[in-house]
């Protein structure tokens, strides 16, 4: 069975800093997504990282992915209150996405 | 406009009812799916289509049927069966039946049991 599992699950940081978030998956996979979900909203579609060695940058937003590591890193530059929101990794899995817990990321002046 | 319309946007259920959600879509997609959401927890699926007329159990389909009579839509019926149905319901979609293509998401249905 796959798992995804991410960290930290609860992020507080000042605008302006910098933070990573992690995720780990247990079985071999090529292709690994990153969602942002607001408060009571659906899901956006932030990266697709679908190779070894992939790296996506939007805005303050870099997403990589190392899969002999099983590892993918988003990483926030100069945080802003906008980038308020959980965040998703999923890792395809059969037909579907087996996605991490989420990261509730809180972005404070 | 394409996208995922999901209705309703908020259902309240009695004990032992059924309720069934809607999932639309006009992307021609072939692949539709439900999932799960509860709070402080990542998505886990329901079920899943790959074509009309065909569907596959997730990972916690007690409880829950479906339907895909046509391309563009996959109800979700919430038994009784389901013994904590309280949760949020977001419907996807892709674009073809392989797993590497990209799932889209519909705004999301909140069901709450009274």
């Known amino acids: 069975e796959l798992k995804v599992e991410q960290n930290p699950l609860f992020l507080s940081m000042q605008e302006g800093k910098n933070y990573t978030i992690y995720c780990n998956y247990s079985?071999?996979?090529?292709?690994l997504y990153w969602y942002r979900q607001d408060p009571g909203k659906s899901l956006e579609s932030l990266f697709v990282?679908?190779?070894?060695?992939a790296v996506k940058q939007e805005g303050r937003l870099m997403a990589s992915l190392d899969t002999k590591a099983r590892l993918s890193t988003l990483h926030i530059t100069a945080a802003v209150h906008d980038l308020s929101a959980t965040y998703f990794c999923?890792?395809?899995?059969?037909?579907?996405?087996?996605f991490g817990k989420g990261t509730s990321l809180l972005v404070t002046p | 406009d394409g996208g995922i319309t999901q209705s309703p946007k908020y259902l309240f259920r009695k004990e032992g009812q059924n309720v069934t959600l809607s999932c639309e879509q006009n992307?021609?997609?072939?692949?539709m799916y439900w999932y799960r959401q509860d709070p402080g927890q990542g998505l886990r699926l329901i079920y899943y289509?790959?074509?009309?007329?065909?569907?596959q159990k997730g990972d916690i389909a007690e409880g829950y049927s479906v339907s895909r009579e046509k391309k563009e839509s996959f109800p979700l019926t919430v038994t009784s069966a389901q013994k904590n149905p309280t949760a949020f319901y977001l419907c996807?979609?892709?674009?073809?039946?392989?797993?590497?293509?990209?799932?889209?998401f519909g705004p999301g249905t909140r069901l709450t049991v009274l």
């Open positions: 992307l021609n997609h072939d692949a």
């Open positions: 289509s790959q074509i009309v007329n065909d569907f």
């Open positions: 079985t071999t996979s090529d292709r």
């Open positions: 996807a979609s892709s674009l073809g039946r392989s797993s590497y293509n990209e799932q889209f």
């Open positions: 999923a890792v395809v899995s059969g037909y579907a996405l087996n």
């Open positions: 990282l679908l190779s070894n060695g």
